[in-house]
């Protein structure tokens, strides 16, 4: 099967064909994979506008579209393994299947991959189906032809931008959602202490390298910050305090120390361990209480470097027995390949879907 897939549920424009092998445990080999970012874009307003990054999804689709039957053609020629009549949009196309993130999102952008999807599909005539964006992060970790064997029940961790869950997994498609944020995600959060600091957007990446430059035993400062909600017993997440809590220290510093190159590493160093200290506690508590054999990690902020190595050497200390699967980390950030990934085993849910609705706020079933 060939699966073309499609993401813009946020600032990203993603397409990709894949190949899937197998049906037990199916392996997913990439064909074509292309991404157009709007980071540059949005870097001016210190976030994503929809109405912008719509319009750029507008644009960005055909060119990427047109690229990526290219690219795979040129493939098939070369490979035998992708070898097809055509991978040209027409009725005796090679693709097989049509998925496209439908939520959760940014709903001005996920309108726009639907109905160039639904309309490519009545092009080619060929099935297609909604993708949750969850989904889709929690199942990147079986891209690159890996045949990962999940054993159930398993704990995920989805950490982005707009979203901080943990979710126990039953089987795919079978999930329950343990906790989430009740207000501002851990992505959301490392954007806007970002701002504070003085720092370029998105937040994540950069706070992460200017914590990797802090030195403890160097450091003049020595700044604690709150771990939100830490130690109750449910499995929510809070991160508008620790925000709150980074501007009121930045508010407090006399301006000298405020563009202090040591003070700013100090506070980006805090506020990732922060973050990540909440996050492992209530994952492994998740693990122990529903007895998870794997942990999954996925989302944007999964390619961050120290909490990748610290749930690893949790895990390791407190369930040891527990699998643990980390995407490669240019699959953790939005993508169409995971679009794929999660199309087919949709796909295997229900074969196809006639009027597929962008849903802002779609959840897990």
């Known amino acids: 099967m060939i699966i073309l897939a499609i993401e813009t549920s946020c600032d990203d424009t993603g397409i990709a064909l894949v190949q899937v092998r197998g049906k037990k445990t199916p392996s997913f080999s990439i064909i074509s994979n292309l991404l157009s970012s709007q980071v540059k874009l949005h870097a001016k307003y210190g976030g994503v506008y929809p109405s912008l990054a719509k319009r750029e999804h507008q644009k960005n689709l055909p060119i990427l579209l047109k690229k990526t039957l290219k690219k795979a053609k040129e493939k098939g020629e070369e490979d035998k393994s992708f070898s097809s009549p055509?991978?040209?949009?027409?009725?005796?196309s090679a693709i097989d299947l049509i998925a496209v993130t439908a939520g959760p999102g940014l709903e001005p952008c996920?309108?726009?991959?639907?109905?160039?999807?639904?309309?490519?599909?009545?092009?080619?005539?060929?099935?297609?189906?909604?993708?949750?964006?969850?989904?889709?992060?929690?199942?990147?970790?079986?891209?690159?032809?890996?045949?990962?064997?999940?054993?159930f029940p398993?704990?995920?961790?989805?950490?982005?931008?707009?979203?901080?869950?943990?979710?126990?997994?039953?089987?795919?498609?079978?999930?329950?959602?343990?906790?989430?944020?009740?207000?501002d995600a851990a992505g959301e959060c490392f954007d806007k202490?970002?701002?504070?600091?003085?720092?370029?957007y998105p937040?994540?990446?950069?706070?992460?390298?200017?914590?990797?430059?802090?030195?403890?035993?160097?450091?003049?400062?020595?700044?604690?910050?709150?771990?939100?909600?830490?130690?109750?017993?449910?499995?929510?997440?809070?991160?508008?305090?620790?925000?709150?809590?980074?501007?009121?220290?930045?508010?407090?510093?006399?301006?000298?120390v405020?563009?202090?190159?040591?003070y700013i590493k100090a506070v980006a160093f805090e506020t990732q361990q922060a973050i990540i200290d909440v996050l492992l506690q209530k994952t492994i508590r998740a693990i122990k209480n529903y007895n998870a054999k794997t942990v999954i990690l996925g989302g944007g902020v999964a390619s961050n470097a120290e909490l990748r190595k610290q749930l690893r050497e949790k895990i390791k200390k407190e369930v040891p027995n527990t699998k643990y699967l980390i995407?490669?980390?240019?699959?953790?950030?939005?993508?169409?390949?995971?679009?794929?990934?999660?199309?087919?085993?949709?796909?295997?849910?229900?074969?196809?879907?006639?009027?597929?609705?962008?849903?802002?706020?779609?959840k897990l079933n």
């Open 86 to 92: 055509s991978f040209l949009p027409r009725k005796n």
């Open 110 to 151: 996920l309108w726009t991959g639907v109905n160039f999807s639904q309309d490519l599909a009545k092009k080619l005539k060929v099935p297609i189906v909604p993708v949750n964006h969850i989904e889709a992060h929690m199942l990147a970790n079986l891209i690159n032809g890996n045949r990962i064997s999940i054993i």
């Open 154 to 183: 398993a704990v995920c961790l989805v950490v982005s931008g707009g979203h901080t869950q943990l979710i126990l997994m039953k089987n795919f498609g079978k999930y329950q959602i343990l906790g989430e944020t009740r207000d």
């Open 193 to 200: 202490v970002a701002r504070i600091l003085g720092l370029d």
């Open 203 to 256: 937040g994540g990446p950069v706070i992460a390298a200017t914590a990797a430059k802090f030195s403890i035993p160097n450091s003049q400062f020595s700044i604690k910050l709150p771990r939100p909600m830490i130690n109750q017993k449910n499995y929510d997440f809070s991160f508008s305090g620790l925000k709150t809590a980074v501007f009121y220290n930045f508010k407090s510093q006399p301006p000298k």
């Open 258 to 262: 405020r563009k202090s190159k040591e």
């Open 327 to 362: 995407p490669d980390i240019k699959y953790c950030t939005d993508n169409a390949v995971m679009t794929a990934v999660a199309g087919y085993y949709s796909w295997q849910r229900k074969k196809s879907w006639k009027n597929i609705k962008a849903r802002a706020n779609l």
